[in-house]
């Protein structure tokens, strides 16, 4: 018995020497395991927002709705501050991540992280307002509980205590596709601009009267020539309804799909005969004098309309 509680004080001494020693070594490790793992984690759902921004942005609930893949719902901390888990709640980005779902979720301590993810909101960017789901990753440290002072509102992370956290950058894949969107946009009014110039100079008569945007021959849709408009056009003329210019307009005027594709995987329309249009068949009389008009068109993923308008001008 004597030697018995020997042994177990000596262990008791080894073990509170080998504590002190491992002991700030290992909260370091834990540490920097979180930090690693939220940086995956926020790599991850970057990815997916980027690769499914339509689907996302275009529901307004707080959730990531990534199409047929799923939704990733906010995995919020309960009334004690704790992150439960949640069964599948990363399965929809399993392909994106370096890890299991289940294992993805957790922090360098073996706890859950949050994610929180904020209804719908509006970013103004060069006078826009942009569509974008704010969205964060909290770990509640090593008590593993987020703290009542930690708050995410406005797309802004403020951490308490030991939380450590990262905002996922949402507003930087809306600005870039928004950004993308604009330029294929511009792209496409200005080979659509210069196409205007290049069939009016084929043109013999060069008649300022011609609306060399679209086609007036009677195989062109409406499907009766049509005086005002350029009779041998490649692009058929969009009274009934915009068309989109992958198979209507890109090949005529030099494009690709990739070119006429906006940020958010939409094909851009292309309209040359509406009634804010100048153009022969406009109904208002004004309107259906030169300088004639044309536009491409898409939106942003709440439907908001995005318009880029080409003016036929001669050069």
Not at 243 to 270: F, K, P
Request: hydrophobic content about 40%; proline content about 6%; aromatic content about 6%.
């Amino acid at each position: 018995m004597i030697e018995l509680t020997v042994v177990i004080a000596l262990m008791g001494i080894l073990t509170a020497a080998t504590y002190n020693f491992l002991g700030p070594q290992l909260k370091w490790k834990s540490r920097t395991d979180t930090d690693n793992r939220l940086t995956l984690l926020r790599n991850g759902l970057e990815t997916a927002y980027r690769q499914n921004i339509l689907s996302i942005d275009g529901d307004a609930q707080a959730q990531l709705n990534l199409g047929a893949a799923g939704i990733i719902a906010a995995v919020a901390p309960n009334a004690q501050g704790y992150c439960l888990p949640v069964a599948g709640a990363l399965a929809p980005i399993a392909q994106l991540l370096r890890s299991s779902p289940d294992e993805a979720i957790r922090d360098g301590y073996g706890r859950n992280f949050c994610i929180l993810i904020a209804a719908r909101a509006a970013l103004v960017y060069n006078g826009q307002n942009l569509p974008y789901h704010p969205v964060a990753i909290v770990s509640g440290g090593p008590n593993a509980r987020v703290e009542a002072g930690t708050t995410f509102v406005g797309g802004q992370l403020t951490l308490a205590g030991d939380d450590v956290g990262m905002v996922v950058d949402t507003a930087g894949q809306a600005i870039s596709a928004y950004a993308q969107t604009m330029n294929a946009l511009a792209r496409a009014s200005g080979a659509m601009q210069q196409y205007f110039s290049a069939r009016y100079n084929a043109d013999p008569a060069r008649a300022p009267s011609i609306d060399y945007f679209g086609c007036g021959a009677a195989a062109c849709p409406p499907g009766v020539a049509a005086s005002g408009w350029d009779g041998a056009n490649g692009i058929p003329t969009t009274c009934a309804t915009p068309v989109g210019m992958d198979t209507t307009v890109a090949g005529v005027i030099g494009l690709t799909r990739q070119d006429v594709t906006d940020g958010y995987g939409q094909i851009l329309q292309y309209d040359n005969c509406g009634a804010t249009l100048r153009n022969p068949g406009n109904a208002t009389a004004d309107m259906q004098l030169p300088p004639f008009t044309t536009a491409a068109m898409t939106t942003l993923p709440d439907g908001t309309p995005l318009t880029q308008t080409a003016v036929g001008m001669v050069y």
